[in-house]
């Protein structure tokens, strides 16, 4: 299992729409992804659950992937759960 | 008639109609055990329903963004597997399943702190809703009855009815729940329907015989005007749709008087983001960058990387001249990791140029990153709260250090990058002839500059009634300031409140100012002014109003005057 902080810069935070842009992208992958906010960690799969853990701005998540890609998968959604920014 | 005062409003403009209410939907949900032999059957039902929700959602989403999180939400597992293990494990129905599925994750979001994801309930709903629908084999419709010009009053809408809203025939709505935030409201703005949201109680206000009409420009609403009253909102409404109009076409034409006198419009900015609003707003360039919000918004002192990173974007997104003040702390600004000293007098002490000056280290890494940036596009260099030439040429001198260190290393940068000051203080007022002939431009800060003047502490309440930029002093000084640059053959600018304010802004173009910096917000308000306006008789005015001894006079004299 591999696992990388990133910061929420987004003013809107995660919300809705990039939510769902994660779930497509973790979707991709066989791997099992979590995102961690504090004591809540969600699955990433699931828009529901990333929505629940209501990261606003300057929010320190934590991305993990556990599973053959995990490689791929954590680059690509903690690059852009990083680059959130609106 | 009857006035309603109303508080939040989702969407700008004026809308009037019959109202037309719509009624909360009944549905009676089964709440009977099935069978264990039934199992199998209800789990298919649910499951051709999701897949039917999804495809719908799926055309939708192509549309907007909104049905795209409304399709994930459809195909999500937690209310999947949740729905299938309360059929499985609890005996219940599908129907029943559904709905207590639904209300547990609701509640789960109206639990939440932040408005913004406490408002995503109503997306959860919104779905459940579509489902149910499906499972129960309803059609909803809730407008199917509109035949003519209506405005639709609602307990709330969700996005789904909104997405369905005939808006030939819609002319605005009025919902009792949600906020501004809410995705209903989001959707108003996009379509340009006046909307008010979390209007508590309306409904009792109002039958379907009821004549609305919406303004929310005053955030009023009007039950039943007369027919003279509604003839003065259909006014209403008609010289905001001119002026809306209006607005659009001069956004490209240049801020140009009657008499063909052309000023340029700037704008105030303080990260990349301001920028990309500026260049939106259809600013010719950025009049003020404050560098000081990237060391105020930082845990360090920004690296030279960092500070060339924004000042590139910056640049690049206005693709016009952007002017970068250097750091402009000290007075009331401080900086988190940086201790400055107790001081008597802040505003009088220790800050801006003074601060740069000695802090050679800071200064000269920010003075790098800006000539680096200037390789791509065309940046100016300001020093704030100059009093006197020794600092122009010290700072100078720094900034020619910089060059040479970067030509060594081979690094691009614009060779004659311009330098100016801000005008700001009494000092640099006077002995502006002076500093004319070694600097490139002024640009004046009327904020300071009429504190100073003036001698008023803004902050103090008990004298701040005499902060008045109007004041003959500060009107005198900013005449004086442009006249000596113009005698020098620079540009004058202005990057303070005032040069955005409606009452300053035909002295200041009958002076000669040059550059007119503000908000991006501002700009095509004062644009629209500047080009109803005549230079010739601007300058009449400037010249009559800096010949008035008092603040009172000025103030007289204006308001008969325009």
């Given at each position: 299992m591999i696992t990388r902080e990133v910061l929420m810069k987004s003013k809107a935070g995660l919300h809705a729409r990039p939510a769902s842009q994660v779930v497509a992208m973790a979707k991709k992958y066989e791997s099992k992804i979590t995102i961690i906010n504090g004591e809540k960690e969600v699955d990433a799969k699931s828009i529901i659950k990333i929505l629940t853990i209501g990261a606003k701005e300057g929010t320190q998540l934590v991305v993990t992937a556990d599973g053959a890609d995990e490689v791929a998968a954590l680059e690509e959604i903690a690059t852009f759960i990083a680059d959130l920014d609106e | 008639m009857k006035k309603i005062q109303v508080a939040n409003r989702a969407s700008k403009g004026i809308a009037m109609g019959q109202a037309f209410i719509v009624e909360p939907q009944k549905w009676t949900i089964s709440k009977e055990k099935i069978a264990e032999s039934a199992i199998s059957v209800e789990q298919e039902k649910f499951a051709a329903v999701v897949e039917e929700a999804v495809a719908e959602l799926g055309v939708l989403a192509e549309e907007s963004e909104i049905f795209a999180a409304h399709k994930e939400i459809a195909e999500d597992d937690t209310l999947k597997e949740t729905v299938a293990m309360k059929i499985a494990?609890?005996?219940?129905n599908a129907q029943w399943a559904l709905e207590e599925a639904v209300n547990e994750i609701v509640e789960m979001f109206e639990a939440m702190e932040d408005e913004y994801f406490r408002e995503r309930a109503a997306d959860i709903k919104d779905v459940g809703k579509r489902m149910m629908a499906k499972l129960l084999g309803v059609k909803v419709?809730?407008?199917?009855?509109?035949?003519e010009e209506v405005i639709v009053v609602a307990q709330d809408l969700s996005p789904s009815e909104t997405a369905t809203m005939d808006f030939s025939l819609v002319k605005g709505f009025v919902t009792e729940l949600g906020g501004t935030t809410s995705h209903v409201a989001i959707m108003a703005r996009s379509m340009g329907i006046p909307a008010f949201v979390?209007?508590?109680?309306?409904?009792?206000?109002?039958?379907?015989d009821t004549y609305l009409i919406l303004d929310a420009l005053d955030k009023e609403i009007v039950c039943d005007p007369t027919p003279f009253e509604k003839s003065e909102y259909v006014k209403k409404s008609e010289e905001y749709a001119a002026h809306k109009l209006l607005l659009e076409k001069i956004k490209?034409?240049?801020?140009?008087?009657?008499?063909?006198?052309v000023v340029e419009l700037y704008a105030n900015a303080g990260s990349v983001a301001d920028v990309k609003q500026a260049a939106a707003a259809g600013?010719?360039?950025?009049?003020?960058?404050?560098?000081e919000f990237l060391y105020m918004e930082n845990v360090k002192f920004p690296t030279e990387d960092e500070q060339y990173e924004a000042y590139k974007a910056s640049v690049e997104a206005i693709g016009h001249p952007m002017i970068i003040r250097t750091l402009d702390i000290g007075g009331d600004k401080g900086l988190p990791y940086y201790m400055f000293p107790e001081e008597e007098n802040p505003f009088l002490g220790w800050r801006a140029i003074r601060i740069s000056l000695e802090l050679h280290d800071v200064f000269c890494t920010q003075l790098r990153a800006i000539l680096r940036a200037s390789a791509y596009g065309k940046i100016k260099i300001m020093y704030p709260m100059v009093t006197s030439l020794r600092e122009i040429r010290e700072a100078n001198a720094l900034l020619a250090e910089c060059k040479d260190q970067l030509r060594a290393e081979g690094v691009a940068f614009d060779e004659d990058i311009e330098c100016g000051i801000m005008i700001e203080t009494p000092a640099a007022v006077m002995c502006a002839e002076d500093f004319a002939k070694e600097v490139n431009f002024f640009s004046i800060g009327t904020n300071d500059l009429t504190q100073y003047m003036l001698a008023v502490d803004r902050g103090n309440q008990r004298i701040?009634?005499?902060?008045?930029?109007?004041h003959p002093a500060v009107l005198r000084s900013i005449h004086h300031v442009i006249l000596a640059g113009h005698k020098a053959g620079i540009e004058v600018g202005m990057c303070g409140e005032f040069a955005g304010e409606e009452l300053a802004v035909p002295i200041l173009l009958g002076m000669g100012l040059d550059e007119f910096s503000m908000s991006s917000s501002e700009i095509t308000t004062v644009k629209a002014q500047i080009r109803s306006l005549s230079f010739e008789e601007c300058q009449t005015l400037a010249a009559e109003v800096c010949a008035l001894s008092t603040t009172k006079d000025v103030m007289e004299y204006l308001d008969s005057h325009m």
């Open positions: - | 494990e609890d005996g219940k419709d809730p407008f199917s009855g509109i035949k979390g209007v508590m109680d309306f409904r009792k206000e109002v039958t379907n490209d034409l240049p801020a140009a008087t009657t008499d063909k006198h600013a010719e360039g950025i009049g003020l960058f404050r560098s701040s009634h005499l902060y008045h930029s109007f």
